[in-house]
Nanobody, 124 residues
Framework: EVQLVESGGGLVQPGGSLRLSCAAS????????LSWVRQAPGKGLEWVSG????????VYGDSVKGRFTVSRDNAKNTLYLQMNSLKPEDTAVYYC?????????????????WGQGTQVTVSS
């Protein structure tokens, strides 16, 4: 059974930091491109960041570039998102997603596997 389980969300003040994790099982993690996707209240899905299967290529959406860092540990089957300088507009449910082919994509419908999401709330 394929599982992607996010953790690390919570309530943080503006300007603060959080580190999200996504633990994977049930598929060949090291062969998949991975991304973080978020959904703010009342809005659609927004692609946030992606990383290739080897972890050497990363890409970011304009809204998070320079503040967020994506990484992965293929030995631990885990994806991470370090979020710094958080803003209220970063408030959303954050999902990790995996696609075959090794390369990430900003095309959300290209992802096969999804986690259940973790809530991030940025508020004073």
């Amino acid at each position: 059974e394929v599982q992607l389980v996010e953790s690390g969300g919570g309530l943080v003040q503006p300007g603060g930091s959080l580190r999200l994790s996504c633990a994977a099982s049930g598929f060949t993690f090291s062969g998949y491109g991975l991304s973080w996707v978020r959904q703010a209240p009342g809005k659609g899905l927004e692609w946030v960041s992606g990383i290739n299967s080897g972890g050497v290529m990363t890409v970011y959406g304009d809204s998070v570039k320079g503040r967020f860092t994506v990484s992965r540990d293929n030995a631990k089957n885990t994806l991470y998102l370090q979020m710094n300088s958080l803003k209220p507009e970063d408030t959303a449910v954050y999902y990790c997603a995996a696609k075959a082919g090794g390369q990430p994509s900003s095309a959300i419908n290209s992802y096969y596997y999804w986690g259940q999401g973790t809530q991030v709330t940025v508020s004073s």
